[in-house]
């Protein structure tokens, strides 16, 4: 068998080789697609870390021709160890816009387009226009946000709004990814669980009584940069920023004896940090990419629908079926009920039972409750008027059985949850008065 030529792309290399399953390939498909049609299929990538820059590169190889890449970040100095897209002179130029730069010089055949933005800012239209998503995202919110959101447009778009979702995730020698489709399978939401919940801390602990060095820069970088800055955003790679925040969360600190307040540590605390290795986000890029041709092309069937990675540990992967979680608030029944909370409890310990809910999970809900706001994390003007309520038992601001608006930087739209208090008296029964 003669070599590939160089400039063959991935599938004509792929034809080439002669693998095994390319006989059960079909090469025009039921819509008369050609392979080369169905890879010049629009497919978005959300991301572009060192996740995201394996993936491009994967996609660009493999003979994928119309790419898209989102990303909202800029590029830091600390990112060129492995985002390998990356060059020194790229440092504070936005991550999509560099990358997709770097591909275009390397494959002038594939249209890749940038967005440096939030997919948050991203419309409808946008979405609709891609057939595929692959998210390589080391943010959980985000990646809950997008997967919603999908739903939101499988539902209301039916098979126009059918996006399938190859979704990876790293956190040093372990990772993960999933095959999702909308309505069909689980979704990323009915699998939370199995992630590790964000750190966070209780407003009224870091707002009165900080005990950790971490409460004081959660009350600098949350609370006080927002009132003194409203129009600025704390930026985690901005020096002046952080140098800001570590002033502020010492002086605090000091007035509560507390020590350990570093630039590293504060840096940590605002950016959330995860340790990346290279390796990792090589091979869930890998696992990634596989699944992304398969569907695009149907050559072969796709994952079902989970894959675990776990390098800490030897070259262990484990590949298995992740069910729908009937009460999920994305796929499932899209409200829930919470009972574990007593009509003595504040709406503080009620706001963190939401927070610790395996099923729910929430970051920062605000809450309404009959069209009245219990409490409200932004603005900073609504958050200082609702705040007093934080302290109120629930029994004071609403009934037991009441159903709550919730609405959270991890959901697209808003949540219904029902209240019920776990020491509510018992209505007695008319027939045993």
Known sequence: ???????????????????????????????????????????LVIGAGGLGCEILKNLAMTGFKNIHVIDMDTIDISNLNRQFLFRSKDVGKPKAEVAAEFIRQRSPEISITA?????????????????????GLDSIDARRWINAYIHELADSHGMDGFKPIVDGGTEGLKGNMKVILPKVNACFECGLDMYPP????????????????????????????????????????????????????????TSFNITGITFSLAQGVVKNIIPAVASTNAIIAAACTNEAFKIITGSNPYLDNSL??????????????????????????????????????????????????????????????????????????LEEETRPNLEKKLCQLFESGSTLIVTDPTMPTSLRITVNFSDAEQQPDEDNK
């Open 308 to 381: 675990l990675y776990t390098g800490d540990s030897g070259m262990y992967f484990l590949t298995y079926p992740l069910f729908q979680n009937e009460e999920c608030i994305v796929c499932g029944q899209k409200e829930g009920t919470i009972s574990n909370v007593s009509s003595e409890s504040t709406l503080q310990e009620l706001i963190e039972a939401l927070q610790e809910h395996s099923t729910f999970q929430l970051r920062a809900p605000s809450l309404t409750c009959s069209g009245t706001n219990l409490y409200f994390q932004k603005p900073a003007m």
């Open 198 to 253: 964000k750190v966070t801390y209780p407003i009224c602990t870091i707002a009165n009584t900080p005990r950790l060095p971490e409460h004081c820069i959660e009350w600098a970088s949350v609370l006080e940069w927002p009132r003194l800055f409203p129009n600025t955003k704390l930026d985690g790679d901005n020096v002046d920023h952080i140098n800001w925040v570590v002033e502020q969360a010492s002086q605090r600190a």
């Open 1 to 43: 068998m003669t070599a590939a030529p160089v400039c063959a792309t991935g599938y004509e290399r792929f034809l080439k080789l002669k693998a095994p399953h390319v006989n059960d390939f079909e090469l025009v498909n039921e819509q008369g697609e050609t392979p080369q049609d169905q890879l010049s299929k629009a497919v």
């Open 115 to 135: 967005y440096y933005k939030r997919i948050q800012d991203m419309s409808e239209e946008f979405y609709l226009g891609m057939s595929l998503i692959i998210c």
